[in-house]
């Protein structure tokens, strides 16, 4: 997918021109997105305006900063960030086709959770802290006890247990990378044939933790936000069961462009094909922070497959974890730019590209 290479020059003018945009689309944006983009802010306004408690913690935090630095300022703070993952991920890119992923990538963010409060605004601190770790620590095993450490944080303040099993997850693949490839096998075999034993009432709660969120909202697609919600094709409460359903979710989900024919599914299957190329690229790179970086965004994809209800809700998630391209879009330049300079010289301005990696 390698392009041409960019200038340091180039790469700061579509900066300064993608901060333009992105403030001119937040100031409009509450009168052109659809209601379901502004539901979010404007349902935690009215608990923060009301002094009521919401049933979602997260709601009730995001109303709390809201009681502090009131709706407009908050929203400043948000697009503030805004500016700063464009900056830190439009920036630094050297070729072309990084730029549009990352350009792509942002738009799709901004479009749900960078222009306004929403609950996800916690998950995008979070993975900026994740980040900030993995850039300054000088050790994987360093970077990833403060990844887990800031998981354990949200899990706390956000009070969403799915969050423990996110962080198992986390444990279990990068101990999962230290093993050798019989014993990987070997772990392999063990979990397909561990997964018989498990009680069947796992499997149905499991099952009916989407279910019973779409229960109502499958028969009522013409409400905002119910359109793409889905139930689990099997219903039996077993091993197979659960993996058939988790087979299903993972190509609903992520495919969506197979089950409805518009341009929204096709932006949205786009979106999702291109985070899993450069994740399989940077997971295949010699550079712990994006094998890091790959690994905390698969354990997300990995818990999120099995019970998110509806692809807004999925995307919006996905989206918040945007950060997580920096160090792998850094590293899938760093291997496009070894094989130019094994093809022939390099441009003297991309020497600080090379340093980075």
Avoid at 124 to 133: D, N
Avoid at 148 to 174: C, D, H, T
Avoid at 220 to 242: C, H, K, M, T, Y
Wanted: contains cysteine; hydrophobic residues 55%.
């Amino acid at each position: 997918m390698q392009t041409h290479i960019l200038s340091d020059r180039f790469s700061k003018q579509t900066t300064i021109v993608a901060i333009i945009v992105f403030l001119i689309f937040g100031s409009i944006a509450p009168f052109v997105l659809p209601g379901r983009f502004s539901f979010d802010a404007s349902n935690m306004a009215d608990i923060a305006q009301d002094l009521i408690i919401g049933n979602d913690p997260s709601f009730n935090v995001i109303a709390g900063l809201i009681r502090i630095f009131s709706l407009p300022g908050l929203t400043v703070m948000v697009q503030a960030g805004g500016v700063g993952v464009i900056i830190y991920l439009i920036s630094s890119r050297r070729f072309v086709s990084t730029m549009a992923i990352a350009l792509f990538s942002i738009a799709l963010a901004a479009a749900l959770s960078l222009v306004r409060p929403q609950k996800e605004l916690l998950v995008l601190l979070l993975s900026a802290a994740c980040v900030a770790a993995i850039i300054r620590c000088k050790t994987e095993r360093r970077a990833l006890f403060v990844c887990v450490i800031a998981y354990a944080v949200y899990l706390a303040v956000s009070l969403r247990p799915y969050y423990i099993l996110i962080i198992g997850v986390i444990a279990g693949l990068s101990a999962f990378s230290r093993l050798s490839r019989p014993i990987k096998c070997a772990v392999v075999m063990a979990i397909a044939i561990g997964g018989f034993f498990i009680p069947a009432q796992i499997f149905d709660l499991l099952r009916l933790s989407r279910d019973a969120v779409n229960e109502f909202r499958v028969f009522f697609p013409e409400v905002p936000g119910n359109r793409s919600a889905f139930f689990n094709p099997l219903q039996d409460p077993s091993w197979i069961g659960f993996l058939g359903n988790y087979i299903y979710a993972i190509v609903r989900l992520n495919f969506p462009l197979l089950f409805s024919q518009t341009p929204s599914e096709a932006v949205l299957t786009l979106y999702a094909g291109l985070w899993f190329y450069v994740m399989w690229v940077a997971g295949r790179a010699g550079d712990w922070r994006a094998r890091l970086s790959v690994r905390l965004m698969m354990s997300h994809l990995l818990v999120l497959w099995i019970f998110e209800p509806d692809l807004g809700s999925y995307l919006r998630h996905f989206s918040s974890c945007v950060l997580y391209l920096g160090p792998m879009l850094l590293a899938v330049e760093s291997r496009w730019l070894a094989r130019q300079w094994t093809a022939g010289p390099v441009p003297s301005s991309l020497g600080s590209s090379a340093a980075l990696a």
